[in-house]
């Protein structure tokens, strides 16, 4: 009743307002009228006095206009002089307040020409009385109503509406307690009445349905014994499925942990595989570039081409049986990250532009000028599938062209989608192999392995890594027209410039840096390697250097050393048997720390190539990372961008404050 009251109240106040805001608006808008024809009258009226300076017809017609009530003062002016002037005398004594006058000048004119003015001041207090009054009566009116209103809605509600639900509220409470013959008022009104016969008809039901449900009762009483019997010989036979079910589940627990430590041991071996593989694989390639840079014979260059194209192979064929028990093992992540589409494409490119030039094949790569070049996405797998597609078209394409298209395909959500074509003129493939070609360890052709080689792994890798990315690979070929492959992914447009995390690049090219005029700055260089084979190969990378290498076979003699000071750079192998690369550099980073001294860039140096070991060694506080094996150009372009900018910092130092010592 509140409510409604309140909500009584509020809508008559509302009409009430709207009523006297209307009154208040139409009274100022008449006396603005009488203003203005009071400004119109006299103007007409004053034009022809004023130029003949008859003093008196313009007394006469203020002495008119002066007539109107609300008119306090009115004064004619020629010029600086005034010519009449009538003012309303007050009774009480008291001046009008400035807050409560209007006043309104209109110029005289005769001929166009302005010869005087006319003012005028004009009361608001009338009006302002007026709208008092109106106001005070709508609010009394408004006020009678409320209470009419009020009390005509209450009478009717508690007659019509709570008085009957009351009634029915206290059936409802005896039915609840379970006299079901207690009889259910009608309630005058029409919707009341008929929740009234609808409950009394749910009492009525209600009292058929307990003598119905103590019928069947007796029944269920008379079925129970039997029920009891069944019950007991079923449960007998779900003991005995029971027992089998267990059986059932401990063998298949047992397969699953059977499988998983079949899974475990599977990365296992491929993580030992990896390493074991790529330590002396550092050794074999890197003593094929030092030999491959030494003055050779023809047949001993060939000899060393060879060594070095088997090791490249071979490597191939390890990181894509790698990436491939990464895929199924679901343990491969796509990184987020802003990079240059064009810079991408460009590596790809680079990585096969010399197998093709061996080839005589004309090679070609575009870029279609709408599609964007900074996007973000995973940059490295992009290069990945792109570089296997180029070589696949290369190794199968003898005679003609290998062509590359970049352009931007149509998208529903209207974001960026980028499509891929590599298009070669080779041998073509079967239409009834083009389903298959994607499958692992599939080929088109039996030959094919042992015409070009490899393990029939690279399509499949790139078809899992599209899916990955979201994206769609499929094929076109006819035989003796060459193939061509398509696959389409969706980018975005970078939000902010990230920091591409460092690492290995499989898509870069691995050329030797021209140290022609190159200065190199002096440098000490502490090693921490186990392996005698790679410590030579790194040590004969930098003979023609003036950066002095350090060795430690172990990360115990490594810290020792380390501790010692002079060093400008660490090489650090990552697996150790006593000390792990890992272990090692957070002890050189807590001695760094506690002494106050600065950052010592510490690189990686590792046999295993997966993504998450970079993130160890870069959470380790290393500041780079390189996998094996490591190329000598590769190895002198990181030292030289990471002592550079501590050689800068030093001669800086250096020039500030002469005669400074630093450790």
Not at 239 to 253: C, V
Not at 639 to 663: H, Y
Request: glycine share 6%; charged share 25%; net charge negative.
């Amino acid at each position: 009743m509140l409510l409604l009251s309140a909500v009584i109240a509020a809508v008559v106040l509302a009409f009430s307002a709207a009523a006297i805001a209307w009154n208040a608006h139409s009274l100022s808008s008449q006396l603005e009228r009488r203003i203005d024809n009071l400004l119109a009258v006299a103007q007409t009226g004053l034009s022809t006095a004023v130029w003949q300076l008859d003093h008196a017809s313009v007394g006469d017609l203020l002495d008119a206009i002066l007539v109107d009530n609300a008119v306090i003062l009115a004064r004619v002016s020629a010029g600086a002089e005034v010519m009449a002037e009538r003012i309303r005398p007050v009774d009480d004594g008291r001046k009008t307040p400035l807050s409560s006058t209007l006043t309104r000048t209109t110029p005289i004119t005769r001929h166009g020409e302005a010869i005087g003015s006319f003012t005028l001041v004009v009361s608001s207090a009338p009006l302002r009385r007026d709208i008092l009054v109106n106001a005070g009566s709508t609010l009394a009116l408004g006020l009678i109503l409320i209470l009419i209103i009020t009390q005509a809605t209450g009478h009717f509600t508690r007659k019509r509406l709570l008085i009957p639900l009351q009634k029915l509220e206290q059936s409802a409470e005896a039915i609840a307690e379970g006299n079901l013959d207690t009889p259910v008022e009608m309630a005058p009104a029409c919707e009341l009445r008929n929740l009234s016969r609808a409950f009394d008809d749910m009492r009525e039901a209600m009292r058929h349905l307990i003598k119905d449900l103590q019928v069947a009762n007796s029944r269920l009483t008379d079925h129970r014994t039997h029920l009891e019997s069944m019950v007991a010989e079923r449960t007998e036979e779900l003991e005995r499925n029971n027992a089998s079910l267990n059986a059932a589940l401990a063998e298949l627990d047992n397969a699953r942990l059977a499988a998983e430590t079949a899974n475990l041991a599977k990365s296992r071996f491929l993580s030992g595989m990896s390493h074991e593989i790529r330590t002396p694989m550092n050794a074999i390639l890197g003593m094929a570039d030092i030999l491959r840079e030494s003055p050779l014979t023809q047949d001993q260059a060939n000899y060393v081409e060879i060594i070095r194209n088997a090791g490249e192979n071979l490597l191939h064929i390890l990181d894509d049986l790698i990436d491939l028990a990464r895929i199924e093992a679901g343990d491969l992540t796509l990184e987020r990250t802003a990079f240059s589409l064009a810079e991408t494409v460009d590596k790809a490119c680079a990585a096969v532009d010399s197998k093709a030039a061996d080839k005589s094949l004309e090679f070609t790569c575009t870029l279609a000028p709408d599609m964007p070049d900074r996007l973000t996405g995973d940059p490295a797998r992009l290069g990945q599938v792109l570089a296997s597609l180029l070589d696949n078209a290369v190794k199968f394409t003898d005679s003609g062209d290998v062509r590359l298209e970049v352009a931007r395909a149509p998208s529903r959500d209207g974001g960026i989608v980028a499509q891929f074509s590599v298009s070669d003129t080779g041998p073509g493939i079967p239409a009834d192999k083009l389903a298959s070609i994607f499958d692992a360890f599939t080929q088109a052709n039996n030959t094919t392995t042992r015409r070009h080689g490899g393990t029939g792994l690279g399509l499949a890798i790139s078809k899992r890594l599209i899916h990955m990315m979201d994206g769609r690979i499929w094929a076109e070929s006819s035989p003796g027209r060459g193939s061509a492959f398509h696959f389409t992914v969706p980018f975005s447009a970078p939000q902010a410039v990230a920091n591409p995390r460092t690492g290995p690049d499989r898509t870069s090219r691995d050329a030797p840096p021209a140290r022609g005029g190159l200065d190199l700055p002096a440098a000490s260089i502490l090693m921490f390697e186990d392996s005698r084979y790679n410590a030579f190969v790194i040590r004969t990378y930098l003979n023609d250097t003036p950066w002095r290498l350090t060795v430690a076979e172990n990360a115990r003699q490594g810290l020792d050393l380390f501790r010692s000071g002079g060093f400008d750079l660490v090489l650090m192998d990552v697996r150790m048997p006593d000390m792990d690369g890992c272990e090692a550099t957070r002890a050189i980073r807590q001695w760094e720390n506690e002494h106050g001294l600065s950052r010592t860039p510490v690189v990686a140096l590792t046999a295993h190539a997966h993504d998450d070991d970079a993130g160890r060694c870069l959470e380790a506080g290393m500041d780079h990372y390189l996998a094996k094996p490591v190329r000598k150009s590769a190895l002198i372009e990181i030292v030289l961008r990471l002592i550079r900018p501590r050689e800068t910092t030093a001669d800086s130092t250096e020039a500030q404050a002469p005669g400074k010592q630093t450790c």
